[in-house]
């Protein structure tokens, strides 16, 4: 069986002020942890489920290296850095929110701005990555440190969907809510496979 744990911390810093010419890519992945996300991270790291860890990957995003980096530590393991494992790229969003963007994706999964990522492209990019590891690190425990709709995406191949009276999507599995629509601290997903076949899902924290 492989274990894998996906984690996203969204407790960041909200009042950073980059110079105009900054890009919204790059913007999004220089965010980093707020103090807090800085003290949940170090508490995350010595969570007994974590122990059994034996290989650690996160983003490429600051805030993904920033948690995962005293888990890291605290197993003296190598921290390994991919893309793949990237948050949603929103692409040219014009005179729209963020917000609006969230909701007209979650709403349709192929829709897309210019330059953009839709919510299946994310699942494929993810899923691709997560099968590669289940290929070259099978057996093992693996925690990866990525991003809320990373996580969505890629759990939409195993979840019912579902909305909330916010109209944000849920996931459910085994009539568990995986996925609540929020995303105000740190989530821990734990998935179990036998090979390249799910087993289970259980949202740990």
Same mark, same amino acid.
């Given at each position: 069986?492989?274990?894998?744990y ?15 010419? &900054? ?5 999004r992945?220089?965010?980093i ?5 800085? &003290? ?7 969570d ?7 290989v ?9 290296? $920033? ?8 197993? &003296? ?8 494992? $990237?948050e949603?790229?929103i ?6 929110k963020?917000?609006v963007?969230n ?9 897309k701005l210019? $330059? $953009?990522e839709s ?17 070259n ?7 990866m ?8 995406s ?9 909305f909330n ?5 849920i ?13 105000d ?19 740990k924290?």
């Amino acid at each position: 069986m492989t274990t894998i744990y996906l984690i996203n911390n969204g407790l960041t810093m909200n009042n950073l002020n980059f110079s105009d010419n &900054e890009s919204l890519v790059n913007r999004r992945e220089k965010r980093i942890l707020s103090i807090e996300g800085e &003290e949940e991270s170090r508490k995350l790291a010595k969570d007994p489920d974590l122990q059994k860890v034996n290989v650690i990957y996160a983003s490429n995003y600051v805030m993904s290296i $920033g948690t995962a980096k005293y888990l890291a530590n605290d197993l &003296e393991l190598p921290l390994n850095i991919r893309d793949e494992l $990237g948050e949603r790229i929103i692409g040219n969003l014009g005179d729209k929110k963020i917000r609006v963007v969230n909701e007209m994706q979650e709403n349709d999964f192929n829709y897309k701005l210019n $330059g $953009g990522e839709s919510l299946n492209e994310v699942k494929r990019r993810m899923m691709r990555f997560i099968f590669k590891v289940l290929e070259n690190d099978k057996d093992k425990c693996i925690a990866m440190f990525t991003h809320n709709v990373a996580i969505t995406s890629f759990l939409t191949e195993y979840c019912t969907e579902g909305f909330n009276l916010d109209n944000r999507l849920i996931l459910n599995y085994n009539d568990e809510a995986i996925v609540d629509g929020t995303w105000d601290g740190i989530r821990v997903i734990e998935l179990v496979f036998d090979n390249k076949n799910l087993v289970k899902i259980t949202r740990k924290k």
